[in-house]
């Protein structure tokens, strides 16, 4: 049947004037609403006010517009029911073939931090979301768009079979819908659920993003969904793995803490070097010369450009997966002459939708918000009789910013641009403490004068104790132990300067 008539409401403007134009030419009336009738009109597309089609004037700032039988009943009448079309004539009920409707950008409104719970439930589209199903329950006779990337296939399926569009296009198409507005209403559910403290059900619909080989071992099955290539954009290497995605993740989280030029390297998830200097090839060395045979195999990415001398450093070291927000021509070139090897350009962020992190357990899942520490002054949290340096302040400062990214129980040693010893997911927090002074000594690096950062606190002075002896002048934990005074005490007696962040950082 062929398209006679299309209302059009859409707040993604992407590609629509142009879209709009080709459906004029193909003989479409178009009815509109609000700011796209203005765009459009502003265009010089021959466009009807919804006003106009409807017979009722838009009101109440726009929330009633499109909520009228007349575009209702144009979407659902069955067109080959006699019935239907009497009635729908006996009501003055014209026919709609072409709903273009995509909705208020709720999920992008509550990424943002500032945003208040007034400013989000104005962003709950109810106009849409019924446009939608109505012409999507209706896709025998009725095509439905919700995403500009379709406007393509639609215009190409009219040009193909004389105005009209395929069955089968339509199907898809009304899939695609019912898939959206189910992902739209779970989005604004779980915000109201979190922000209003209700104990209503979680909800998550995810789209597929890749069927991958094989789960974090090979015997078992895997697959990505959500949003991943909206932060990173694969263009080098082969496809990535279960184990790579878990990595990237950690690895961009890692780097976020972190606004002067970083390179880090990662490897199981675990932080195995981090420098910050602004010559990367320099920071690099400082994160290498942390631990030289962790990397193989590992995880590296900086939050610069990639320069010709870092790719050169890197390239002498098998790594599965770079990551950098973007990469000189040199450098690309020089690292896609491995064919294996990763290559992804960690794209701006679009914030996070969900808000939270979520885990399966055994019968269901956990969901907690992220682990995001406000900006702290610190100097009203020394415990200790002596204050840090600027220096061991600076120290303390980079230790505490990788240690919540390691694993617990979790001890990191650090100079004021580098780390210097990392021992990470120990049963007790004395052996962690001393892997990473092992491996600060394998590595040549000495702890003298360093800063001990730990994710949780010293239970006991023991793992305070080990960190002096090994070298540190100061340290920084959440505190909240019970022997906290012991803890303190011991710290007075080695000369120490020590903070009390009153955060802890757990990872498990």
């Known amino acids: 049947m062929k398209i006679q008539r299309a209302l059009i409401s859409v707040s993604d403007k992407t590609g629509l004037v142009e879209f709009a134009r080709e459906l004029v030419q193909l003989g479409v009336e178009i009815v509109s609403t609000g700011g796209t ?6 265009e010089g597309i021959a466009v009807r006010e919804i006003s106009e089609f409807t017979g009722f004037p838009e009101m109440l700032d726009g929330r009633v517009k499109t909520l009228h039988p007349k575009v209702h009943g144009g979407l659902l009448y069955v067109r080959d029911n006699p019935e239907h079309v009497a009635q729908a004539q006996a009501h003055g009920i014209l026919p709609i073939d072409l709903v273009v409707v995509n909705l208020y950008p709720f999920e992008k409104t509550i990424a943002k931090p500032e945003t208040t719970l007034e400013e989000a439930i104005e ?19 009725v095509t439905v768009v919700v995403d500009p990337a379709d406007y393509a296939d639609v215009l190409e399926s009219m040009r193909d079979n004389e105005g009209a569009t395929t069955l089968k296009l339509r199907e898809r198409l009304g899939i695609k819908v019912f898939v959206t507005t189910s992902q739209y209403d779970q989005a604004i559910a779980n915000y109201l659920n979190k922000e209003q403290e209700t104990t209503c059900s979680f909800n998550l619909s995810l789209p597929v993003v890749a069927r991958l080989r094989y789960g974090e071992n090979p015997h078992q099955t895997a697959a990505l969904y959500g949003h991943f290539d909206d932060h990173f954009q694969k263009f080098h290497g082969k496809e990535l793995s279960y184990n790579n995605i878990l990595d990237i993740t950690a690895a961009s989280d890692l780097i ?5 030029p970083t390179v880090a390297i990662l490897k199981h998830t675990n932080p195995c070097g981090i420098g910050s200097d602004p010559d990367l090839r320099e920071a690099w060395d400082k994160a290498f010369a942390t631990d030289k045979q962790a990397p193989f195999g590992g995880i590296i990415i900086c939050n610069r450009p990639l320069t010709e001398s870092l790719a050169k450093a890197i390239s002498e070291i098998f790594s599965e997966v770079i990551i950098a927000p973007d990469y000189e021509p040199e450098a690309r070139a020089l690292l896609q002459k491995k064919k294996n090897l990763r290559l992804l350009r960690k794209l701006p962020s679009p914030g996070n939708a969900t808000g939270g992190l979520i885990r399966s357990v055994v019968g269901g899942v956990l969901v907690q918000s992220r682990d995001e520490e406000p900006v ?13 340096t600027e220096d061991e302040l600076a120290a303390m400062r980079f230790a505490w910013q990788v240690v919540k990214h390691v694993k617990s129980n979790a001890i990191v040693y650090a100079g004021k641009d580098r780390t210097l010893g990392v021992g990470a997911g120990q049963m007790s927090r004395v052996d962690a403490s001393r892997i990473a002074i092992w491996k600060a000594a394998d590595a040549g690096l000495s702890l003298k ?6 994710d949780a ?5 023991d793992g305070l104790i080990a960190a002096a002896d090994a070298g540190a002048t100061c340290a920084i934990q959440p505190g909240g132990s019970v022997k906290d005074p012991e803890v303190i005490a011991a710290a007075n007696e080695r000369g120490m300067a020590m903070i009390f962040t009153g955060l802890r950082h757990f990872k498990h």
């Open 37 to 42: 009738c203005s765009l459009l009109q502003k």
């Open 123 to 141: 962003q709950i589209d109810i106009g849409g979301p019924s446009m939608l199903r109505s012409a999507a329950k209706n896709y025998r006779s």
């Open 256 to 260: 976020e803490e972190f606004s002067e």
């Open 376 to 388: 702290m002054d610190w100097a009203d949290k020394v415990v200790t009789q002596r204050h840090p």
């Open 449 to 454: 004068g360093s800063a001990v950062g730990s």
């Open 457 to 461: 606190f010293f239970p006991f002075p």
